[in-house]
């Protein structure tokens, strides 16, 4: 079975620095998905970033990038000059690369900004 | 930019009422589910539907809950008959390509009495 894991339940950062978040999964395929999702005080989940397990390069989106390392199983996401409005869940998201199938998540980390 | 639109935006109900959440998936996406969220709890998948049928769902869709897609823009979730801990935040989302990723809706908070 897919378990994502997440090991931080809060993190903190300074506005304008950066901060990591950690995921590790768990799976015997090798064709999946790994996402990131926020979700701000509003409770809608947005998508951040995402990533193909055939891809070897690091997804970025703007201030969000990712260190993906298959072999470990390690899908980690970098917020680089952190904004109040990143403050917010962030959840870890696993999907197989079939048709049609399910997303598992993490317990999500809280992530918050300080001024 | 196109989007996940999701009614009522919070439902009030009785135990052992039923219930109905509304979704207005992306227009050209194919595949439609939903998860529901405890308060203070990770996100929970309950279904997906391709091709006017479920194609997958989890222990928690269990009889008392049904989806339905009318018509060619709603998808809808029934509760039958709700219990107290059916309480929660239901979130519908909707795929396109293979690769794509989900997109959600606002959510719907259910709140059971």
């Known amino acids: 079975a897919q378990t994502v894991t997440q090991s931080q339940p809060e993190m903190s950062v300074q506005e304008a620095e950066t901060v990591t978040l950690s995921c590790t999964y768990d799976?015997?395929?090798?064709?999946?998905?790994l996402f990131w999702y926020k979700q701000p005080p509003s409770r809608q989940m947005i998508l951040v970033i995402r990533q193909e397990a055939y891809k070897q390069q690091n997804a970025t989106e703007n201030r969000f990038s990712v260190n993906f390392q298959k072999a470990a199983k390690s899908f980690s996401l970098k917020i680089s000059d952190s904004q109040l409005g990143d403050a917010a869940m962030y959840f870890c998201a696993y999907r197989r690369g079939d048709t049609g199938n399910q997303f598992y998540f993490g317990t999500g980390t809280s992530l918050t900004v300080i001024p | 930019e196109p989007e996940v639109t999701q009614t009522p935006s919070h439902q009030v109900t009785q135990m052992g009422q039923e219930v109905i959440l509304r979704c207005v998936p992306i227009?050209?996406?194919?595949?439609f589910y939903w998860y529901r969220q405890i308060l203070g709890q990770k996100v929970e998948f309950l279904v997906s539907f391709y091709n006017n049928e479920i194609s997958e769902k989890s222990e928690i869709f269990d009889d008392q809950f049904s989806v339905e897609r009318p018509d060619g823009s709603n998808f809808t979730l029934k509760i039958r008959s709700t219990k107290l801990e059916d309480s929660a935040m239901y979130f519908c989302a909707s795929r396109g390509l293979i690769i794509g990723a989900q997109y959600f809706g606002p959510g719907t908070r259910l709140t059971v009495l």
């Open positions: 799976t015997s395929e090798s064709d999946y998905y």
């Open positions: 227009s050209n996406h194919l595949y």
